[in-house]
């Protein structure tokens, strides 16, 4: 809850404004509901002689219009923020910024992230290093059983489902660090399935790309050795990605033992 309330992009503020929006309306119900349930105790108690006693009162038309026309009013208003912000903050609309958007394609494993960045031919796997400012395209499906992708500060929750891809957009608008994790329950290793989310000036991070091109390969052997290992582990990075992998896994097809492509396009 401290990150949702902490945004740290444009998506996350957008979604804190409308659960104060939301948050404020209702309470035009709890704290009306609250006063009068105090008021009622005190004037109706045994010792108040000027409350009148009605036992044969049914009904009253003009109460009946102000006790429906409150939650009438909450359900307008709550469905109009649902409906302005479910256009405005559509996961699958790219985000406006001055430089295009950087790709990453994400994979759910049991109980880790795979992150895929199919431009500069790495990968990493429980760590996103992303440039601060630079609209972030995601592509996503899982590898085993529907998760959810999730970072409180960005925004944002989006499932991943084999078979399935999904997409989602968001921005770090400064450096920093963000945690990511799951948000649906798939599994033993679910609660260790997190991931941080490290935002960087644009030259420190194609430093990163650079440096990471000196890691080891994902080729096929390490990617099945990846799939199958069930248990979270710690950050790792790739120096190339086996060609077409993020959509060989997508259409659940057998990963076969294709050439890496590394930065150079290779």
């Not at 950087?102 to 031919?121: A, G, M, T």
């Not at 450096?175 to 989310?197: C, E, I, K």
Request: net charge negative; aromatic share 10%; glycine share 8%.
């Amino acid at each position: 809850m401290i990150g949702v309330l902490n945004p740290a992009g444009p998506v996350g503020a957008g979604e804190r404004i409308i659960l104060y929006d939301s948050v404020a309306i209702m309470l035009a119900i709890v704290i009306p509901t609250m006063a009068c349930t105090v008021f009622f105790a005190w004037w109706f108690r045994a010792s108040n002689t000027r409350a009148k006693y009605r036992p044969e009162w049914s009904y009253s038309g003009r109460l009946e219009m102000l006790v429906w026309s409150i939650p009438t009013l909450v359900v307008l208003f709550l469905g109009g923020i649902a409906w302005e912000s479910s256009h405005d903050l559509d996961p699958a609309v790219p985000l406006a910024g001055q430089t295009e958007p950087l790709q990453v394609q994400v994979v759910s494993l049991d109980w880790k992230w795979l992150f895929i960045y199919p431009q500069q031919h790495v990968a990493s796997v429980n760590q996103l290093i992303i440039p601060a400012g630079v609209p972030i395209h995601f592509e996503l499906t899982s590898a085993t059983v529907m998760n959810s992708f999730f970072v409180p500060q960005l925004g944002s929750q989006i499932y991943t489902m084999a078979g399935m891809a999904t997409e989602l957009n968001l921005l770090a608008d400064h450096p920093g660090d963000y945690g990511g994790m799951s948000a649906q329950f798939s599994g033993d290793g679910f609660s260790d399935m997190r991931f941080t989310v490290t935002a960087m000036p644009q030259a420190q991070f194609n430093a990163w790309v650079g440096t990471a091109h000196g890691s080891p390969p994902l080729d096929a052997i390490t990617y099945a050795a990846l799939a199958a290992d069930h248990t979270s582990t710690n950050a790792m990075t790739f120096g190339s990605v086996i060609a077409n992998l993020f959509h060989d896994i997508l259409v659940m097809r057998p990963i076969a033992a294709a050439p890496a492509r590394d930065g150079k396009g290779s």
